[in-house]
């Protein structure tokens, strides 16, 4: 029987795996980076998902600053808010109104009657009076 394939060359062969060995490193370079590329990507997925809760609670931070604020507006609106206002600020009073300040009484001390005690008695409260 006669056979059909051909016989490479030596070189022919040496042409030939060369040409596989290249085609595995090219195959291989690009799974390399491709693993690269979705690794970089997951890294900056988490990066995002955390800026993102950052900046929900922020936001929520910020809406409730702004109720205060908007709450603390419409006060001014009425009369009695910007009185209110002026007195905490300023200290501002109506005509005919007055300051009152309380003073807590101190307790009063009791007098010792230093007649009674003997003069070796006030000798040593008068020289250890502490």
């Known amino acids: 029987m006669r056979e059909f394939k051909k016989r490479r060359s030596?070189?022919?062969?040496?042409?030939?795996?060369?040409?596989?060995?290249g085609g595995t490193l090219v195959l291989l370079l690009i799974t390399l980076v491709a693993v690269r590329a979705a690794w970089g990507m997951y890294g900056r997925l988490g990066s995002?998902?955390?800026g993102q809760q950052e900046a929900e609670a922020q936001l929520q931070a910020l809406?409730?600053?702004?109720?205060?604020i908007t709450a603390s507006v419409g006060e001014l609106y009425s009369d009695r808010g910007v009185e209110?206002?002026?007195r905490e600020h300023f200290?501002?009073?109506?005509?005919?109104?007055?300051?009152?300040?309380?003073?807590?009484?101190?307790a009063t001390?009791?007098?010792r009657?230093?007649?009674s005690k003997g003069w070796f008695e006030r000798l040593f409260h008068t020289l250890f009076s502490w």
């Open 113 to 115: 009657d230093t007649a």
């Open 10 to 21: 030596s070189r022919g062969e040496v042409l030939y795996f060369c040409y596989r060995l």
């Open 91 to 106: 200290g501002v009073v109506r005509p005919g109104e007055g300051v009152v300040q309380i003073v807590h009484e101190t």
């Open 48 to 50: 995002a998902s955390a």
């Open 84 to 86: 209110a206002l002026m």
């Open 109 to 111: 001390t009791t007098t």
């Open 63 to 68: 809406q409730a600053q702004q109720r205060q």
